[in-house]
């Protein structure tokens, strides 16, 4: 339960860093992107893919949440002998392997990293 609670924080301080870097780089966007002749802002792709990355991150966080939400809850359920849905006894038998915890949490980790090294790399390129 413990690892449960951890990867729970985990996730909110993704979404939470995530939604920070993309408030913090559209709002500073014309002092960190050089408007380029008559036509505006050019903001480099790797900006952009990270804004893309940072979003996803976002997206699996809140699944990776979800996910913790029904394990818990089916341990729960489990630990006060309450009757368990179908799917609640899979979540919780299930639970030492992790699959639906496990997948979107890996995915969420692997689109902060990228938007974070895109983000560092837009900063070195301008």
Do not use: Y
Request: charge should be positive.
């Amino acid at each position: 339960m413990e690892g449960l609670k951890a990867a729970l924080e985990t996730a909110k301080q993704v979404i939470t860093l995530s939604t920070g870097v993309i408030t913090l780089t559209v709002t500073f966007l014309e002092k960190i992107v050089q408007p380029t002749g008559g036509t505006g802002r050019h903001v480099p792709l790797t900006l952009k893919v990270g804004w893309i990355c940072f979003g996803l991150a976002i997206v699996f966080a809140v699944w990776t949440l979800m996910a913790i939400t029904g394990s818990m809850n089916a341990l729960d359920r489990q630990a006060r002998n309450l009757p368990l849905t179908d799917a609640q006894s899979r979540a919780a038998e299930r639970l030492a392997d992790g699959a639906n915890v496990r997948i979107p949490a890996l995915l969420m980790l692997l689109f902060f990293a990228v938007g974070t090294a895109l983000t560092i790399a837009t900063g070195f390129w301008l």
